[in-house]
């Protein structure tokens, strides 16, 4: 470099004559993709001494290029927006760094060619392994990350083609729904089939969360019209809405999700006090402010603890079977 630019960032081209080869070729090495390029491990470590001798900021992807591991474990998450998958999150990044590891976490809300997008950028930093929690299509990202040599594992929500380790939706939902069977005999005397709101019926946790749902119902000889079943997302602005439009409200509703408990909670607040009262409520997930409302009789609470003791011992383990392991979940209880 000469003075009239050194106190310029160098650019692939600066680093290309320095080394005497191709700017494509450092870029390759600079990006992670030399091996695939078939660029050898000795040009590859020149360019990475002449980067780190002239300025240039190595990204993350290069600095592990020397290694035959990176460290780095990845996670893609749904959404942040519940106390779930926060946790998850939180937690995740706990365990890895005691492992040893270097955990790196990014939100895809749902959207399956922003999954994709999210697993190419993941192998892009050379992640060891990625954990695709609540993955709307769970096995397009083992395809692609599988053609990489890198091991996945689906959290939250099942694949086909890779380990997958879940609550255990069905029992945790037909218990839940019991207690608030229960609470609508004892407080009011009726015995009625409950509402069941929330979630996507394309959804694999919300379909067996509606057969645990009905599987209740079942043992009390309880028939539930279609009506009653309403999964038309999670967001809290639809399920006050539909709340607002129904032409009876039965008193006891199964919240499937404190998401969608948001918008129930808006709309109990918008009703009259005395028919608020009658009104019982459980949830799946947990929420400490939504258990407080008198109107809560019970609230599923899952297991992040013991879902990522599964997640580490399996990706420990090296086991890449597309088995489902179910881990049961806490029923809470209203402690007033």
Not at 60 to 86: H, T
Not at 124 to 141: E, M, N, R
Not at 254 to 267: K, R
Not at 309 to 315: C, I, P, V
Request: proline residues 5%; charged residues 25%; hydrophobic residues 40%.
């Amino acid at each position: 470099m000469t003075d009239s630019n050194s106190s310029k960032r160098p650019t692939i081209y600066d680093l290309a004559q320095i080394v005497g080869t191709s700017p494509t070729a450092v870029s390759s090495v600079l990006n992670g993709s030399w091996k695939k390029r078939r660029i050898s491990q000795k040009l590859a470590d020149k360019v990475l001494k002449a980067a780190q001798d002239n300025g240039y900021t190595v990204n993350i992807q290069a600095s592990v290029l020397r290694r035959e591991r990176s460290n780095i474990v990845g996670m893609i998450l749904p959404k942040y927006d519940n106390r779930f998958f926060g946790a998850m999150a939180e937690e995740f990044e706990t365990r890895a760094r005691a492992a040893g590891l270097f955990p790196v976490i990014t939100c895809t809300q749902r959207d399956p060619a922003l999954e994709l997008s999210a697993a190419r950028e993941m192998l892009s930093y050379q992640v060891d392994y990625l954990i695709c929690t609540g993955a709307t299509d769970p096995d397009q990202i083992t395809d692609l990350c599988r053609g990489a040599g890198v091991k996945t594992l689906n959290l939250d929500l099942p694949g086909t083609k890779a380990p997958s380790i879940l609550s255990d939706n069905f029992t945790a939902a037909r218990d839940l729904t019991r207690v608030i069977l229960d609470a609508c005999e004892r407080d009011f005397g009726v015995v009625e089939p409950l509402l069941f709101i929330g979630g996507r019926s394309d959804d694999h946790n919300t379909r067996e969360r509606r057969r645990g749902f009905l599987e209740a119902h079942s043992e009390r000889s309880i028939s539930v019209p279609d009506e009653r079943l309403i999964t038309n997302g999670y967001a809290p602005e639809k399920a006050r809405h539909t709340l607002t439009a129904l032409d009876h409200v039965p008193h006891g509703i199964f919240v499937n999700s404190t998401i969608t408990l948001e918008g129930v909670v808006f709309w109990l607040q918008s009703l009259p006090p005395e028919r608020a009262a009658e009104i019982r409520y459980g949830s799946f997930d947990w929420d400490p402010f939504g258990a407080l409302l008198s109107q809560s009789v019970g609230m599923v609470r899952q297991d992040v603890g013991a879902l990522l003791d599964l997640t580490f011992q399996t990706m420990q383990s090296g086991q890449d079977a597309a088995e489902m392991q179910l881990v049961p979940c806490a029923l809470v209880m209203p402690k007033f």
